[in-house]
């Protein structure tokens, strides 16, 4: 059973885990580094602790203790109680969801590893803005993906932002970080997977007619909102797909595009 | 060729159209009352004057002037040039697109008008967040939906950023409003459409098996996030489908959700 702390000096180093959470840029230097993500509001907290992250403390305001109470009981973690005017003054934003948790990060398993039994695997390259990858990564829960991975240079999906908007989705889809891009791709086809690069361009054969859902184990490529994937990502591709799109619309928003090649890649279909 | 009028004081009452932008009561009040709306950046003004909208006025600052030529040449209109500190005075925010213009709404057709030549129709229920409401309208207008019919509470499309997220489709994707819910189904139904409501529940039959790509008119039923549609709808409908949701998650967000299904309804497949 976790001790029930009340804290209320906002320069109490016990709260270091939880200075400055709307300084993005401080925030996504400093999680990594010291190990750490936070969990906000309930469910994200709970799905967090069932996924079996390790809880290095919680920063509660008072009302919200009863709800947590299970919690409170299950965990070691210290559990600090707090005003919600010391709560803003420490986080630099009001906290609506009244809880918030840091949790310890798990080692990221191998590329390798996470290929091992995925057959559909979702490649995101250059994705860095924490709503589309929290978006993402939910719909990627919800239609079935087995995996994502990640280029060096897409965006934290532990970032309290990603991981509210996945709903916690990033706690239960697996992901790596891809190392050498584009080379590491070399040894997703290797793993025997068939790389599909999702793209507007109108040389790429339309999602229907590639019929992704017959193949074994399909790797699908996506670019971020606006730029796409790269020539350099394409090009290391084996197909390039595409969602048919009408109406002289340019593209679909990342999200709806993730889904709908989520769903093409995972469902199968009747005889049309 | 449009007047170009240098303003300088934000209480001339010509700038009437655009005050208080941020007040979304208010401007959820005036704008269908005043018969305007409000389209925000430079590709969404061309759009709307693209699609018939005639232009009442637009409010630039100075260094658009040159970006914006054509259209100030083209239309007959009152073009104000202000400055960006005279444009936040007035509108309420930081106005980063640069200009902004006030449009004529057009009568809306009637459900019959926009029922007489579609085939595949987005029904929404509820959903008044202009945010979604413009999502689900992008992702229509990509995936080949016909048309969209709005329950009475729906939000207005024409809002300053359902517009803005819908990137100009609430121009391109014909819309009317039902009037009386459920019962105005009845009508939708006599034209020839079969109701399908996308729900969670699990009694819903799998969006593969239904397969309403094969259907001759299909009316899609949606509901607003969280609540989804409700019981009367439900039992309005003739079938209910669902996306198939893998790793115990809940539900895909609205947009997510709506994107899969338009593309279940609107596109073929070779046999799996």
Not at 50 to 73: C, E, F, H, N
Not at 129 to 154: E, K, Q, W
Request: hydrophobic share 45%; glycine share 6%.
């Amino acid at each position: 059973m976790a001790e029930l702390i009340t804290v209320d000096d906002p320069d109490d180093p016990r709260l270091r885990d939880y200075t400055g959470l709307t300084d993005v840029e401080l925030r996504r230097r400093r999680e990594p580094a010291e190990g750490l993500f936070i969990a906000e509001g309930e469910k994200v907290i709970r799905r967090a602790g069932q996924a079996g992250y390790p809880m290095r403390s919680m920063l509660l305001s008072a009302k919200w203790v009863d709800t947590m109470r299970d919690i409170i009981d299950e965990v070691t973690a210290p559990v600090y109680a707090v005003s919600p005017e010391l709560a803003e003054r420490v986080t630099g934003y009001h906290v609506h969801r009244g809880a918030l948790a840091s949790m310890a990060r798990k080692p990221l398993p191998t590329v390798d590893e996470v290929l091992r039994t995925a057959r559909r695997v979702a490649v995101m390259e250059a994705v860095n803005d924490h709503t589309n990858i929290g978006a993402i990564f939910r719909s990627a829960a919800a239609l079935g993906m087995d995996a994502v991975l990640l280029s060096p240079d897409c965006a934290d999906p532990l970032y309290r932002r990603s991981v509210k908007v996945s709903m916690g989705a990033v706690f239960s889809v697996p992901y790596a970080r891809l190392d050498g891009w584009p080379r590491a791709l070399d040894s997703v086809r290797k793993a025997g997977f068939r790389l599909l690069a999702l793209t507007p361009d109108e040389r790429a054969v339309p999602m229907d007619e590639a019929a992704p859902h017959r193949l074994e184990r399909v790797a699908l490529m996506l670019g971020a909102e606006g730029a796409g994937l790269s020539g350099r990502a394409l090009d290391a591709a084996d197909t390039w797909v595409r969602i048919p799109m009408a109406h002289g619309v340019d593209s679909l928003n990342v999200g709806a595009a993730a889904a709908v090649a989520f769903y093409a890649v995972t469902t199968g279909r009747p005889e049309s």
